[in-house]
């Protein structure tokens, strides 16, 4: 009689209980969704195509229970010129974000990595350019720390464009 209410008791205890709530992602669609949006909303200005500019930001941003980004914060960029366009990207990405139910803000972490199509034979022109954006960047650093344990981390989203813009 005891081991069948204690094996009763164990089973409605694993039957209640949830170790983690499991969530859908984040953007409605999902991942697939999310990078195609981005890719096809991300316009890459001519002055960054000019200067052969390529690196990465990571934005933290804070979005409500409309999916209104309410707060964009730049955690790292490799180049202050890279954060423009993707900021203009997140702000179109308005009302499609979803946060868990009960929450009224949630923090979303996430990495972009923008990056030109190089041409099937580099000239001189084309190397220079891409050192003299290299060594002349101005990384953008943030000193606060990232609360890992209040935000999700989305995948990377990689950009990468031509050229011949």
Avoid: C
């Amino acid at each position: 009689m005891k081991k069948i209410l204690l094996v009763t008791a164990i089973l409605l205890t694993a039957f209640f209980a949830r170790a983690q709530e499991t969530l859908a992602f984040p953007f409605q669609g999902g991942k697939d969704a999310m990078n195609r949006f981005f890719k096809d909303s991300v316009m890459v200005p001519q002055a960054l195509v000019k200067s052969r500019a390529a690196g990465t930001v990571v934005f933290k941003f804070t979005a409500d229970e409309n999916g209104t980004i309410k707060k964009i914060i730049i955690y790292y960029a490799d180049d202050i010129s890279l954060t423009q366009p993707l900021i203009e990207a997140l702000k179109r990405s308005n009302k499609k974000w979803v946060i868990p139910n009960h929450e009224k803000m949630h923090d979303f972490i996430i990495p972009f990595s923008i990056n030109f199509t190089p041409p099937a034979v580099a000239n001189a022109g084309f190397t220079k350019a891409a050192y003299s954006f290299y060594t002349h960047r101005k990384p953008v650093l943030s000193y606060d720390q990232i609360p890992l344990d209040m935000a999700t981390l989305l995948p990377a989203v990689s950009i990468n464009y031509d050229l011949n813009q």
